[in-house]
């Protein structure tokens, strides 16, 4: 009997939802790429419109890639799609839906690793200093900037966090992150102040009784990432940084800054969560870029 692939990818995302607990976001994701992966099977010479994933092969995964690549698709877009599928097949190849996995013969396009954007150390103090804290709103949002670059969470990490998750006495937050895996976070003495203020002054006023998020709006209900991030633009104009800052570069400068600083790889490794080291290698190379950018600017033979 054939595996439809409506069926066992359904069923695959119920997998990776229940047992592996991945976020919203991220699973919209792969259920973007396997419903373009199902197109693009059916539109193959002599397929039908129920594609059976036990009859396709490398050939028809080739003919999937070289489509990708005629539409426009980056390598790191093509790697990403592979990824996603290598999940899939490991998967019905773990549940014995099928006998092979027929991308074992298949290389992920070649990607070149893009350096993260980041900020400098006086922009950062610039964009931490942009909010007026003699107003409610700008104490929300200091103390949300503050968290941010403090503990290098992800933004989807802070708008999540609960009343609960903050130890102010032990100047740690516990964050959940990617695989509902929770971690401890340090936080700083000008974080913790920031805080210590909203907490004080802005969130017992604001919070309905029974919300549990940490950063709350006017409504009295949780901040969202999308209202974050529209926060974060005004304060990066206001802060005179000219160009585009998005949530994750203070994720990113929190790990450079802390590796320029002297911090162990391993120690910011487990501070931002990553699973696997050379996710946070990345980091020693945009240090040693920025050493390279200084060098030619200041050299007298750079």
Known sequence: MGV???????????????????????????AADLSQYLGLLESLPGAGPRVDLQSVGPEQLSAVLAALRERGLSSRSQARFLSTLRGLYKHLVREE???????????????????????????????????????????????????????????????????????????????FGKGSKRRLVPVNALALASLEQYLGTVRGHWAKPKETCLFVTRR????TRQAFWKNLKRYSVLAGIARPVYPHMLRHSFATHLLEGGADLRVVQTLLGHTDISTTQVYTHVGVEHLRQLHQRFHPRG
């Not at 995302?13 to 994701?29: N, Q």
């Not at 503050?146 to 609960?162: C, F, I, M, N, P």
């Open 220 to 223: 009295g209900t949780g901040m």
């Open 4 to 30: 439809h692939a409506d069926r066992w990818i359904d069923a695959y995302l119920d997998h990776l939802r229940v047992e592996r607990g991945l976020a919203r976001h991220t699973l919209e994701a792969y």
């Open 97 to 175: 839906l099928i006998a092979k996995n027929p991308l074992e013969l298949l290389d992920s396009p070649k990607v070149t690793r893009k350096l993260p954007s980041l900020l400098s150390g006086p922009e950062v103090l610039r964009l931490l200093a942009a909010p007026d804290t003699s107003d409610p709103r700008g104490m929300r949002d200091a103390a949300m900037l503050h968290t941010l670059y403090a503990s290098g969470l992800r933004v989807s990490e802070l708008v999540q966090l609960r009343l609960r998750d903050v130890d102010l006495r032990a100047g740690v937050l516990s964050a």
